[in-house]
């Protein structure tokens, strides 16, 4: 129960966060100040460390993350592949981002987002379901055994299902940050201290607070951080 209240919170912080988003207005970058909040639209390109996701070997990426789940029991332990099953519980996780270029789209000005180690990066960033096995499933595929045993994970058959997503070159973004100005040089960073989402009483969105850089791919751009996905149902 204490699970099932928490993963409904969770959704409803990004629900929050989300509208905080689409509600922020887009930044004119040229008038903006040192110090400024800004949101900035546009394509990305990798600065002088990429990322490579860790289950497809998408490259050449600037955000990187992959989730495993599995389905769990009152105890919260995993039930096997001819087992009734409850809920999906979070059982791994691997988020990475990095430092990169963002040229905004109503400006052309290129500026370098501070996204790498050190950084706190809040991502709106959908992951896509890849490998998904069935009570049918008695073994795993020599993929995934491996992919789990390079992590220590259990590669014992079960019912389980893996997600990831990525952002690379080429794909358009969104950013919410802090404006660095030195010469001619534009840093987007995180700010330093708390932002406000807000509330919506009318979604029943509680005021939350945003501790990092935003990350998201905007609608209008489409699944971009995905543009090898394939869906792998394993029987």
């Known amino acids: 129960m204490e699970k099932l209240s928490w993963n409904k919170l969770n959704w409803r912080r990004k629900a929050a966060v989300l509208w905080f988003l689409h509600s922020f207005p887009d930044s004119d970058l040229p008038?903006?100040?040192?110090?400024?909040?800004?949101k900035i639209t546009g394509l990305v390109s990798c600065?002088?460390?990429?990322?490579?996701?860790?289950y497809e070997r998408a490259t050449r990426c600037i955000y990187a993350s992959t989730l495993l789940y599995e389905y769990v029991g009152f105890g919260l332990k995993p039930m096997n592949a001819n087992t009734s099953c409850l809920q999906w519980s979070l059982t791994y996780c691997e988020r990475f981002s990095t430092d990169f270029y963002i040229t905004d789209r109503k400006s052309g000005i290129r500026a370098m987002v501070k996204a790498g180690?050190?950084?706190?990066?809040?991502p709106l960033i959908v992951e896509s379901?890849?490998?998904?096995?069935?009570?049918q499933c008695r073994t795993l595929s020599s993929h995934l055994r491996k992919w789990l045993q390079d992590r220590n994970l259990s590669a014992d058959p079960r019912l389980l299902h893996l997600q990831e997503g990525y952002v690379q070159e080429g794909s358009f973004v969104t950013v919410i940050g802090v404006l660095r100005r030195n010469s001619d040089i534009l840093t987007i960073v995180q700010p330093e201290e708390l932002l406000s989402a807000g509330c919506l009483w009318q979604k029943l969105l509680l005021p939350v607070?945003?501790?990092?850089l935003i990350l998201a791919v905007p609608d209008t751009a489409g699944h971009n951080m995905n543009p090898g996905y394939r869906h792998q149902l394993e029987q």
Do not use: F, I
């Open 47 to 54: 600065g002088s460390v990429s990322l490579e996701s860790s």
């Open 129 to 135: 379901k890849l490998v998904t096995t069935t009570r």
């Open 117 to 122: 180690p050190g950084c706190k990066v809040v």
């Open 31 to 38: 008038a903006a100040t040192e110090g400024q909040l800004v």
């Open 209 to 212: 607070n945003v501790d990092g």
